[in-house]
């Protein structure tokens, strides 16, 4: 089965900074999705990135995704408080796995 | 509102108790999944369904059984849990093939 493993496992950063985590995973890909996990909450899905797309924006957020080293990676500009929470990469079609999460803190 | 509502959001059992989660979907969507997410561990993906026929087992203990009577509806019925079965559970549906999922807030279950 496949499945992403974020970097770093936990982040801390000032308001205004910006946020870098990163994905691996280990087989080919569809597509690559993030999500974000607020405490006791479901998660959210963010942005979907499909195997033929580099780069992806979504307001504050650009993915990006390396086919040929498997890796992709999360940029939130100039976070946010309400940016702290866990964030998620996932693959797979029905049988979707997700990474353990890397732990965003944005202090204000 | 993510259009997916668990209940209950909180439970408590014995490991003798017998009780059954519930969720449902106001999305059209046909696929419906259940996760467990315990601390420090990856979401595990339990169970998928498709058009409510079961297409995933993730090589669950049997103490858990879904159940999916319809596209809008998913219940995990419980049974001689073990205190190790404490987690959150979470479901989910999608569009199926990939397409983004949308969660519920889950049930916190703890086992006593």
């Known amino acids: 089965s496949q499945q992403g493993e974020e970097d770093p496992q936990a982040l801390s950063i000032q308001e205004g900074e910006n946020a870098t985590m990163n994905c691996s995973y280990k087989t080919s890909i569809n597509n690559l999705q993030w999500y974000r996990q607020n405490s006791g909450r479901g998660l959210v899905h963010l942005i979907l990135i499909r195997s033929n797309e580099r780069e992806k924006h979504s307001g504050r957020l650009r993915v990006t995704l390396d086919t040929s080293k498997k890796s992709s990676s999360l940029l939130i500009t100039a976070s946010r408080a309400a940016d702290t929470a866990s964030y998620f990469c996932?693959?797979?079609?029905?049988?979707?796995?997700f990474g353990a999460g890397t732990r965003l803190t944005v202090k204000p | 509102e993510t259009g997916v509502t668990q209940t209950p959001r909180h439970l408590v059992m014995g490991m003798t108790n017998k009780k059954s989660l519930k969720c449902e979907q106001h999305l059209g969507h046909n696929a419906m999944y259940w996760y467990k997410q315990s601390a420090k561990k990856p979401l595990e993906l339990m169970f998928v369904?498709?058009?409510?026929?079961?297409?995933e087992n993730n090589s669950v203990p049997s103490r858990f059984s879904p159940e999916c009577p319809n596209s809008s509806h998913l219940f995990l019925h419980l049974h001689t849990l073990q205190p190790e079965d404490s987690a959150l559970y979470l479901c989910?549906?999608?569009?199926?093939?990939?397409?983004?999922?949308?969660f519920g807030d889950g049930t916190r279950l703890s086992i006593l």
């Open positions: 996932a693959t797979g079609l029905n049988d979707m796995r």
């Open positions: 369904y498709n058009f409510k026929e079961q297409t």
């Open positions: 989910a549906s999608s569009q199926g093939g990939g397409e983004p999922q949308h």
